[in-house]
């Protein structure tokens, strides 16, 4: 190559080299402008529902539709990831987005602020917070109402479901943080006092609800959110609007509704019922009922106005107070709005601080801590127009016993707007007879005191649902005795005229009666009718003599019972002279044997839910570990539904199942009618050929 050539390849070299440095100084920018501006990264459905509807309560993050109104509004979505007045703020000035994404933003950004208030890691005074709480639930609330969409256009959107979580969430914690303060202060300007510091003006409303006996205020308010059951099956709510709260009311403050003034008792009725002699001031005895002390309300936060500039202006606000088995939804601004419930939250709280287990047994041997008479607990606040369905448990009982058969009841929707559950807690170590004289008393007497003239739905077509003893109890109640009870007391007592006259004047209320008036149908559950072998062996005889009766539930009876004892001494006891309930349900006892024959009311329909422990057993040589299944069948049973469980069956599903049945088919049926006539029952005539069989 020339000379010539050469130079001219050398300054073909340098220019290429430096073309080639030009073209790297921008380096990777220049190459990235020749890659895909967008990634696909797969996702699994739990990944995108997270993004759809994880939020602030969820994830403590804000949610996805939060962060793009921020981002659209041009504000540093880090600036707005942690709580800011200033993010609030400018988002609230901000141009270019529609009301709906931004109030339903600021709501979540409100909320942001107010949870990191209420945390403790931000020191605020309590008017800071409850104005943080209420500034959620203003902005929720105009977000649902006033903005162009109704909630029935928004009705599967899930921003809106997270907008209702905001207000519901916010009315909660306003209103317990309100009532909290209200209960540390001086109870008569607290409110007001906070309220007016946070620039707030509040107006209550509660005649929407009564509280238990007539209560004033509760003395607790517990967010249904926070309590979990164990113990409990389900859980029923109702979705809906509002938050769900448990009002509490202690025991010995309004527990039960004062009888009417005009329904004082005659001397007779006195004599019989509080042990005072004809003449004599009567004692004064405890009401037999009272209502469940911690039912649930529903609260309500109303924000005036007539749009969305006048509600987002306003610092007035309304707490309404709902009761969720009276109310199912609200009328709010045109709209039908359904209202949020929790049923289960007050019957567990209850439960759970009853202490009933430990005074069952204590009962049963006659401790001191132990209860000495039968009492009624409504499980709502009485209601005239709801059938009454009571439960009575078994020995060594108690309410506890009804659990998830209660709960389940009150959780289907069709049965809790027909019925209201009530229970009988009694002294499972008292005299059968003596226990169903004071469970008729109590019943009739908390009837009457709310439906003096019998007319309400309450005290008409009443079910009851009696479990082992308790449905012993059951058929008492609907059957009738004239002589027959008698003939049983008096067997075998040589007693002189004078002594039977005294013994006949005092019990003869006892010992005769008619089916009780208004009960419609039973459902008899695992019910020893003509008792059980169970009771006679060494164990049993052994516990029957530890059990002492309590005197209080004997009271204007102490002649009768010396009498019946054979002796004037004062020393000789209730326990020297009358059978306690052990004893009663020998399956030789007299008494057992001269109740089984009783006759059912014809006005009745009754079934029978009997538990078979082993299978392969011979139905009618079988038992569920105390109840042999002859003592249990009853001929004549609308239905006999058999289920492999022990003695405790009320409380498996197939039982629940089917009390739950017989409850719809009693609702199904046009015309109440007669019942089957009685049939006397006695050991080995079951007819178990039609029987139906259920396994768990």
């Known amino acids: ?21 030009l073209a790297l100084l921008p380096g990777c920018a220049m190459l990235r402008d020749f890659q895909p501006s967008v990634e696909v990264r797969p996702m699994n459905a739990g990944e995108y529902i997270a993004m759809k509807r994880g939020d602030i309560l969820t994830s403590g993050a804000l949610s996805t539709a939060t962060v793009q109104t921020i981002s659209v509004a041009g504000l540093e979505q880090d600036g707005c990831a942690q709580p800011s007045m200033d993010c609030i703020a400018a988002l609230g000035e901000a141009s270019g987005i529609g009301d709906e994404h931004r109030i339903s933003a600021l709501t979540e950004l409100w909320l942001q602020h107010a949870i990191a208030l209420s945390s403790g890691r931000a020191p605020a005074p309590p008017q800071a917070r409850v104005d943080a709480w209420l500034e959620v639930a203003r902005h929720a609330y105009a977000y649902l109402f006033f903005t162009p969409r109704t909630p029935g256009d928004r009705a599967f959107e899930d921003r809106q479901t997270q907008v209702i979580d905001y207000y519901n969430h916010a009315v909660q914690e306003a209103t317990t943080r309100l009532f909290q303060h209200w209960q540390a202060v001086d109870q008569a300007t607290a409110i007001d006092d ?16 009564r509280l238990p006996g007539g209560a004033a205020m509760p003395d607790e308010v517990v967010p249904a959110s926070a309590l979990f059951f164990g113990g409990l099956r389900s859980t029923y709510r109702r979705d809906g609007f509002g938050a769900e709260l448990v009002a509490v009311v202690e025991d010995g403050r309004g527990a039960a509704a004062p009888a009417p003034e ?27 009922f009272s209502e469940m002390p911690s039912p649930a309300m529903t609260v309500l936060a109303h924000f005036p106005g007539d749009d969305l500039r006048q509600v987002l202006a306003t610092r007035e606000v309304e707490l309404n107070v709902h009761d969720p088995y009276q109310e199912a939804t609200v009328e709010l601004h045109g709209q039908t709005v359904p209202l949020a419930a929790n049923f289960t939250a007050g ?26 008479r039968p009492h009624l607990y409504l499980m709502q606040p009485y209601d005239p127009d709801r059938r009454i369905i009571l439960m009575l448990h078994g020995l060594a009982s108690s309410p506890e016993a009804w659990v998830n058969v209660a709960n389940e009841i009150l959780g289907d929707e069709t049965l809790r707007r027909e019925f209201q559950v009530w229970q009988v807690y009694y002294p499972t170590n008292m005299p059968i007879v003596l226990n169903h004289a ?21 005290s008409n077509d009443i079910v009851l649902i009696g479990h082992s003893m308790g449905g012993v109890l059951t058929r008492l109640l609907v059957s009738s005795a004239d002589e027959e009870l008698w003939d049983w007391l008096l067997h075998e007592r040589e007693l002189d005229e004078d002594r039977e006259a005294l013994v006949r004047t005092r019990l003869d209320p006892i010992m005769r009666f008619e089916p009780f008036p208004g009960v419609s149908r039973t459902i008899f559950i695992a019910a020893p009718h003509r008792g059980t072998h169970v009771a006679t062996n060494r164990l049993a005889r052994w516990l029957a003599r530890l059990i002492r009766l309590p005197l209080t539930l004997l009271e204007g009876l102490d002649d009768a019972v010396q009498a019946l004892a054979g002796s004037g001494d004062e020393g000789a006891g209730p326990n020297a002279a009358l059978p306690n309930s052990i004893d009663n349900l020998r399956m030789d006892d007299p008494f057992i044997q001269a109740a089984a024959k009783l006759p059912i009311s014809p006005r009745v329909r009754y079934h029978s839910i009997i ?27 609308l239905s006999e539904q058999v289920i492999v469980s022990g003695h405790s069956v009320q409380e498996t599903a197939p039982a629940i199942l089917e009390i739950r049945r017989i409850l719809h088919e009693d609702l199904a049926a046009t015309e109440p009618g007669p019942g089957p006539e009685p049939v006397p029952a006695t050991p080995g005539d079951a007819d178990v050929a039609d029987v139906p069989v259920a396994s768990p």
Do not use: K, N
């Not at 009725?269 to 004809?278: L, P």
């Not at 005074?359 to 209860?371: F, M, N, V």
């Open 438 to 458: 004071a469970i008729r008393r109590a019943l009739a007497e908390t009837l009457r005191t709310f439906d003096p003239e019998g007319t309400a739905a309450a």
């Open 194 to 209: 906070i309220l007016r510091e946070a620039g707030w003006t509040l107006h209550s409303d509660l005649s929407g609800v």
């Open 347 to 372: 019957y567990g709280l209850w439960l759970a601080r009853s202490g009933f287990s430990r005074q069952a047994l204590q009962t049963l041997l006659g401790r001191e801590q132990g209860i000495d």
């Open 611 to 637: 538990a078979r422990s082993l299978p392969e057993v011979p139905l009618e040589e079988s038992d569920d570990g105390l109840v042999p299944y002859w003592s249990a069948h009853l001929p004549g049973a």
């Open 1 to 21: 190559m020339t000379t010539a050539g050469s130079r001219r390849c050398r300054r073909a070299g340098r220019l290429a080299a430096a073309l080639l440095a």
């Open 262 to 288: 005009d329904e004082a008792p005659d001397a007779e009725r006195r004599t019989e019922e509080t042990g005072a002699d004809a003449g004599e001031a009567p004692r004064r005895r405890p009401p037999g």
